[in-house]
């Protein structure tokens, strides 16, 4: 028998819990049509503001063989782009997410109210964690503003709805976010973010190698796995069930997903290897998944999710 990978966040069903983290390659109409066509298990948006941005000044993006940085300070086609073409996205019979970033909680609002008259849009990953955009801290780092943001945006959301969260590093930040995210009806986290704000240098230039803010940007691929899967793994634990958490951060294969989904992931999303691979890695990945868990005689991802056993000690 094949191995099922489907899975549920909220009500929304995904024939695979594998598709593209919001961010790399799904800015433009045909860059989310790729994502349609490919065998990803979903499509989420670029993160959106209200209206169109250029983004900061190139060089903003690099990678190595470790990972990437980015500081693309938002560049999107604006909100009614986004619905506009969720229409035509519907043909591909995946769900839809949009991810908004608005640059304000105003913005935000105002976003989340159009996305009430839209009947195309499966869900909404509301982005509390962008490190790039100068003079705008990352919201979830500020734990008050989170819960004022929250109060506001929940009366709006009338669909799917969950938060993507940067990383945390702290037992005791985990336990306040938790204890936060918690108290509103949220159907979904999404973490992580990119660690945001580090450098990479080129040795040869004696340089950073990317322009925007002297080269300081959200770090990606593998560098971040072990933050990745300790905030999916420590936010499984704490959160109330029905909060789905989905995990982001270094996954390029497929057991990169399967330590995910040990850790507590219902679904995973991909960033730094879509950008280096396009979105042949999303049926790749899908592959191995499968030929791990026949390997493992696993059936079914919800056998072993959230399962990561604790080694005894000696
Ligand atoms: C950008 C980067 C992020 O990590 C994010 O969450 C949103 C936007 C960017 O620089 O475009």
Redesign the pocket.
Known sequence: MKPNISTTIGTVELRSCIYNA??PLCATKEELNNIGKSKAGAIIS??STEQYRE??PKP?YFENELGSI???????MGLDFYLNTSEELIQYEKPFFLSI?GLSLEENKKMLSKVVDNEFVSGVEL?L?????LGKPQTAYDFERTKFVLDDVCKIKDRCFGV?LPPYFDLIHFEQMAEILNQYPLDFITCI??I?NGIIVDIEKEEVVIHPKGGF??IGGDYIKPTALANVRKFRQLLKNEISVIGCGGIKNGSDVFEHILCGASAVQVGTQLMREGVSCFERIENELIELMKLKDYLDINTYKGKLGVVNSM
């Open positions: 919001s961010g670029k993160s983004g900061n903003r980015n500081s693309m300070g938002l560049p999107n970033a982005n964690s962008c490190p790039n955009v993507k973010n990119s945001g940007g959200g």
